[in-house]
Every structure is written in structure tokens, then in C-alpha cells.
């Protein structure tokens, strides 16, 4: 039996309904943009393994960054303990944030982080004894698979079987041109009830949604809103943080600054599980309190985890070198050039660009679902091909390691203009 069959036997994947789902490609062994399977069949990774491998597979700096960190702590609990990398991290993280951001708080992964930052709202508003027990999140937003994010994200058959069990959340539409105005008021006549804890969003780009993209301009005028009822803001940067947006954090385009903010995937280079919530000195406040349940009771086993952090560390250290931005530029304007080609293509109704990632909606005759046959099509198209790209229904989208080359980036481009033929 090889492992193909044995994953079969065993496994049970992400997203997946097996009863439907072909055989997986074995993935042996991956180096910068490129993994290899059992077969020897090579792929180029262009969405960097769901957006954590900004650096490239075995990268060395990270994987040398964690033997040392292996061999001399590779974990302790964080309960009524520290460590120097712990410490040595947030004081990093907390210098490349936006200055408001003061208290770090570990957890596992993006969800996790989410669902720390919804708690820590709830619970800032119940430890004053005032009831706020509602938030507001976009339409089309996917904030992950925990409940609290569950209930923020808006991409119903992810989170249709939990209906009666959910937050109650409040959708407003992601703002453009046309219902920017619309929105503000609509935001400004909801949090006039003073039932609203938080305000969560992805910062200029909805990944999951199919990298939905909008102005900063809008979001700074939505956070002020909050401000002024005092309804504390959260950006989930899982996706959108260091480097993806063209600046270490989409927030970086802001001149309003979030409460709160959520990161993970990047944050150590696709090597270790973690994640990062980081708070205002106010929210923090909210918690510091002779009585003991006002704390935050919110942990995790690996909360913290030595070997992550340093791993971080040395993610950190590769995405402030002058290679990997001069990276990102050049990858963002080969996207660009590559949009100026594509957007007239008569298959193709739109396209947007933002940092490193590029996006093209593929004209249908109705609504396309998320895991549709055109969906799939495309999909076992890039495959074969050798391209690692997962569509959004209609949409298809590169978000690619910044150490791609040059050529690698051009055959993505070429493998997208030839499924566009068959669609």
C-alpha cells in the first residue's frame, strides 16, 4: 500500500468531502517556490502553502534559527513562566506594529488569535458591567473555524450547521465607490444601541472571500466611527500581514490605528503553528484587577512555544533584509505587468493587485459556488500543469513566496492564460 492509499486509509483533510475527492499528490520535499512528489513530479507553490511560506520551502536561516532554539529550550509552559524569546519577540513584533499596540498574547493559529481577540472584547465590556454582547463584521469575511470566528465570518456553508450556536454578529457590506457613503451611516445608525463590543475586519483585502480588495480610505472612516462610540476595533492580519499587502501590515496604510490586532501564517515563515493578539494599553487595563476573574482566562499547551518564536524571530530578520523588499517590489510589478496584459482578455470581467497578491474574476453566465465545477476545473488544471493555485469559485488568485523567480512567476501567468482557454 504506498502512502497515497494509506492517506486514504487514515486521514481526514481540510475542506474536503472524500467521497468526491481524487487521489492527493505526495508531497516529499519542497525548496523555495517548488515542491516535489512521490513521483518526482515538480509544482510551483504559487499561493506559498495558504500564504505562510513567504520565504520559500527550507529555508535555511528559519530552519538553523529553530535547530538552535532545539537544542537548547525547545519548549516551556507559559503559565507563571517566560523566556528570553518570548520576550524578545514581542518587543520585536510590538516596534513593527502600529505604536498603539502594547501587550502580546501567543496562541496557535489564525482562528485562535481571532477568537482571543472577540473574547478579550467581550469580556473588557462585562468586566465594567456593561452588557455589549454583539459585533460587527463584513459581508463575504472568513475569519476561521473556531466558534467566535465562525461567527464573524460571513461565508455561509462554512458555518451554516452552527446557526443556533453562534455570536450574534451584524454584516455590513465591504465598502467601494459606490455604497461608501451607505455603509458609514449604516455602521454610524447600529453602534448608536450601545450593544456592540468590536468592529473585526481584514484590512484592505478579503482573502477567503477571493481577495476582495478596498480602499484604506474607507476603512479609516469605519474605525473612526467606532472610536467615537467607543467600540473597539480588530484586524485580523492573518492573512494580510507581513509583506502580502506591499507594506509589513495592510493596517500600515491606515492613519487610524485598530485596538486590536491578529496575526499568524507568516509569522514564522510556514514552519511552526502559532499565532500573535496584540492589545491597546486601554484593553489591557480593562483586565488588570485585584480580582482575580477579571483575568483573561484564555491559554494554550504551546502558548509561546520557544522553538516558534524563534523562528519568528528569523522570519522577521528575512522580511526587513533589502532582498526579500526588493522582492516584493519586483514581484508586485510583475503583477502588474501582467494585469495590464490579462484585463482585456474577453474571459476575464476583473482584475485587482495589492502587494504581492493578484487577483482575475473569470466571467461566468450565473453565480459560480466556492467549490463549483469551475472551480474544480481550474483547479485540476493548475494541478496538472504543475502550478499550485487554488481558485475561489470564479476567481482565481497568485499569492506567491516572495523569492519566486522571475520565470517561475512567468509560467504561473502563462498556466492561467491557457485555463482561461478551457473554462
Known amino acids: 500500500m ?9 486521514n481526514w483533510h481540510p475542506y474536503t468531502q472524500h467521497k468526491t475527492a481524487t487521489d492527493f499528490p505526495v508531497i516529499v520535499k519542497g525548496k523555495d517556490a517548488l515542491l ?45 513562566f517566560t523566556h528570553n524569546k518570548a520576550v524578545e519577540l514581542s518587543e520585536k513584533v510590538l516596534s513593527i506594529l502600529p505604536s498603539n499596540q502594547k501587550k502580546v498574547f501567543y496562541s496557535d493559529n489564525g482562528s485562535t488569535a481571532v477568537e482571543i481577540a472577540i473574547k478579550a472584547s467581550l469580556q473588557f465590556f462585562y468586566n465594567k458591567e456593561e452588557r455589549r454582547t454583539k459585533i460587527i463584521a463584513f459581508e463575504d469575511a472568513f475569519h476561521g473555524d473556531t466558534f467566535g470566528a465562525m461567527a464573524a465570518s460571513g461565508i455561509s456553508f462554512f458555518t451554516e450547521a452552527f446557526q443556533g450556536s453562534l455570536l450574534e454578529v451584524v454584516r455590513i457590506p465591504v465598502p467601494n465607490s459606490e455604497n461608501e457613503e451607505k455603509v458609514l451611516n449604516t455602521l454610524e445608525n447600529l453602534l448608536q444601541s450601545n450593544q456592540f463590543a468590536a468592529f473585526i475586519f481584514e484590512p484592505l483585502v478579503l482573502g477567503a472571500a477571493g481577495m476582495v480588495m478596498y480602499e484604506a480610505s474607507a476603512l479609516d472612516k469605519l474605525i473612526a466611527i467606532c472610536k467615537k462610540h467607543q467600540v473597539f476595533t480588530i484586524a485580523d492580519e492573518v492573512m494580510t500581514g507581513f509583506g502580502k499587502t506591499g507594506r509589513t501590515f ?23 503553528p502559532m499565532a500573535i493578539t496584540t492589545f491597546t494599553q486601554e484593553i489591557f487595563d480593562g483586565f488588570y484587577s485585584d480580582d482575580v476573574n477579571k483575568a483573561l482566562f484564555h491559554g494554550h499547551t504551546f502558548t509561546a512555544n520557544p522553538t516558534g518564536c524563534a523562528a519568528a524571530l528569523a522570519s522577521i530578520q528575512l522580511l526587513e533584509s533589502d532582498v526579500i523588499q526588493q522582492n516584493i517590489a519586483q514581484v508586485h510589478q510583475l503583477h502588474l505587468a501582467f494585469q495590464e496584459k490579462i484585463k482585456t482578455h474577453p474571459k476575464v470581467k476583473t482584475t485587482r493587485v495589492l502587494g504581492v497578491i493578484f487577483a482575475l474574476e473569470i466571467k461566468t ?53 491557457k485555463a482561461l482557454e478551457i473554462v
Open 365 to 417: 453566465e450565473g453565480q459560480e459556488s466556492y467549490y463549483g465545477n469551475l472551480r474544480n476545473k481550474l483547479y485540476n488544471f493548475f494541478i496538472e500543469n504543475g502550478i499550485i493555485l487554488r481558485p475561489v469559485g470564479n476567481i482565481v488568485y497568485i499569492l506567491p513566496p516572495y523569492i519566486i523567480s522571475e520565470n517561475q512567476l512567468k509560467k504561473v501567468y502563462e498556466t492561467i492564460e
Open 2 to 10: 504506498n502512502f497515497s492509499q494509506k492517506d486514504k486509509l487514515y
Open 36 to 80: 516535489w512528489d512521490e513521483n518526482g513530479k515538480e509544482y510551483i507553490d504559487a499561493i506559498a502553502s495558504w500564504w505562510v511560506n513567504p520565504f520559500g520551502h527550507s529555508n535555511e536561516v528559519i530552519a538553523n534559527a529553530i535547530y538552535q532554539q532545539l537544542t537548547t529550550l525547545e519548549h516551556v509552559l507559559f503559565g507563571g
Open 250 to 272: 495592510a493596517c500600515d496604510y491606515l492613519t487610524q490605528k485598530p485596538d486590536m490586532m491578529c496575526l499568524s501564517k507568516a509569522l514564522t515563515g510556514g514552519t511552526i
